[in-house]
């Protein structure tokens, strides 16, 4: 037996790892090595990184996507569609598709949605409710919450805020195809420098802090704490250290492709919550528990 394959065997990698290891056998061995060599440590040379970088941004959608913007939503977009309803011809797209990791992504759509509606409703029995979600892609999380519970209701409301025009632009269609554009206002910018003409009773932050360093995932909260209500809630997630040790291989996928991430635990999120200002009331995950998702309150020093 090769050592190669002793080491595929010895780290007991999931079907979809070695389904990607048979294609790139049959179709290119050379990335398959250089996904072992660099998932082993071991010493590549530059010109061997090179041609892997050409490869897999000219036979992947990920991968393309994330090298150029690491924070776009085409990718969240696509793991929301799940392997089950896409049809992407790249293996290695497939690979991400089915991996936990990818699947974990859409599992935390779903647990947005349930924990979302239920705030909402502990805040609509006293008043009418409004949201702003940052940094919020097209803003499928609210906009799915809007369709299921809030299409014939006035008083929800959400504010959408991106940078990405697209993003914008794909999120107004979402929300026209679903009936509840009337519910949302879109807009291009940042978050950061947005002046919320009505504070809002809830934030979510979804996917934003992933990639961030501490002191700046704190600064953040501390800014937009001044958009939210003394008494709203902030949704506020990060990916989790379980996600680096359950699935290791996509996490070396992701960072080799400029998707890099910064993972972080339950007391590392709360002492962040904590940092900030605000009270860690409690987190919720998704079904794999790679997504941990905190809840807290603002505290307010006059």
Not at 10 to 34: H, S
Not at 36 to 62: A, C, D, M, V
Not at 66 to 85: D, H, R
Not at 162 to 169: G, P, Y
Request: with cysteine; proline share 3%.
């Amino acid at each position: 037996m090769k050592s190669d394959e002793k080491f595929v065997k010895k780290l007991e990698f999931d079907e979809a790892v070695i389904r990607l290891f048979k294609f790139l056998e049959r179709e290119n061995p050379e990335v398959k090595n250089f996904l072992i060599k660099s998932y082993k440590g071991l010493l590549i040379s530059p010109e061997t990184e090179e041609r892997f970088y050409n490869y897999f941004i000219s036979h992947s959608i990920f991968s393309t996507a994330t090298v150029a913007n690491p924070a776009t939503s085409v990718i969240t977009e696509l793991l929301y569609k799940g392997a089950e309803k896409l049809n992407l011809p790249s293996p290695i797209d497939q690979y991400f598709l089915r991996s936990k990791a990818g699947r974990s992504i859409k599992a935390r759509l779903k647990a947005i949605e349930e924990e979302l509606h239920k705030i909402i409703e502990e805040y609509r029995q006293k008043r009418a409710v409004l949201i702003g979600n940052l940094g919020s892609g097209p803003g499928r999380d609210v906009i799915n919450v809007f369709a299921s519970h809030y299409r014939n209701t006035l008083d929800v409301r959400a504010v959408h805020i991106d940078k990405d025009r697209f993003a914008i632009e794909r999120g107004k269609r979402i929300a026209t195809i679903k009936k509840v554009n009337h519910l949302i206002d879109f807009i291009e910018g940042s978050f950061l420098k947005y002046k919320p003409v009505k504070k809002f009773d809830i934030i979510l932050l979804s996917g934003i802090l992933c990639p961030l360093e501490f002191e700046i995932c704190i600064a953040i909260l501390k800014k937009i704490k001044q958009s939210l209500k003394n008494d709203g809630s902030l949704i506020a997630g990060n990916v989790s250290k379980k996600m680096l040790k359950e699935d290791p291989f996509t996490c070396h996928l992701m960072k080799l492709g400029n998707w890099r991430m910064v993972f972080k635990d339950e007391d590392e999120l709360k002492q962040i919550f904590k940092k900030a200002g605000y009270e860690w009331k409690r987190c919720f995950t998704d079904s794999y528990g790679f997504n941990i998702m905190g809840v807290g309150t603002p505290h307010f020093y006059f």
